[in-house]
């Protein structure tokens, strides 16, 4: 039951983010965008910007934070490359990776460019 209530927990989680990047006026134009190398939890866009975010739960802000492990930045990278070569033809796309850690009590907390496209 533990693997189920993490699931919902993180889709709940995804839900709370994208509802407050909506609110911000992004349109979120895809959730879970998966490829064999990797997954975006959401992809936004704001005027001419596109936004990669991370999602990730935990009891705080800090413990969110420490669950984005290099290796992980790496396939979202690499994911994120895909979408853009697939959904926007070019990878010269003024572009932005987000954290969006949410704590114990729903509360959300954006680390705008948290990591970088290597």
């Given at each position: 039951?533990?693997?189920?209530?993490?699931?919902?927990?993180?889709?709940?989680?995804?839900?709370?983010?994208?509802?407050?990047?909506?609110?911000?006026?992004?349109?979120?134009?895809?959730?879970?965008?998966?490829?064999?190398?990797?997954e975006v939890d959401i992809v936004a866009r704001h005027k001419d910007k596109i936004y990669f975010?991370?999602?990730?739960?935990?009891?705080?802000?800090?413990?969110?934070?420490?669950?984005?492990?290099?290796?992980?930045?790496?396939?979202?990278?690499?994911?994120?490359?895909?979408?853009?070569?697939?959904?926007?033809?070019?990878?010269?796309?003024?572009?932005?990776?987000?954290?969006?850690?949410?704590?114990?009590?729903?509360?959300?907390?954006?680390?705008?460019?948290?990591?970088?496209?290597?």
């Open positions: 039951m533990t693997g189920k209530v993490s699931y919902l927990k993180g889709l709940a989680a995804e839900d709370i983010v994208a509802r407050a990047y909506e609110r911000c006026g992004f349109e979120v134009v895809e959730r879970r965008w998966k490829t064999r190398e990797g975010i991370e999602v990730k739960n935990s009891r705080s802000f800090d413990q969110a934070a420490l669950r984005i492990t290099p290796h992980q930045q790496q396939r979202i990278q690499n994911a994120a490359l895909q979408y853009l070569a697939e959904k926007t033809k070019t990878i010269d796309v003024d572009c932005r990776f987000d954290a969006a850690l949410v704590d114990g009590t729903g509360r959300v907390k954006v680390l705008p460019g948290a990591f970088m496209c290597n």
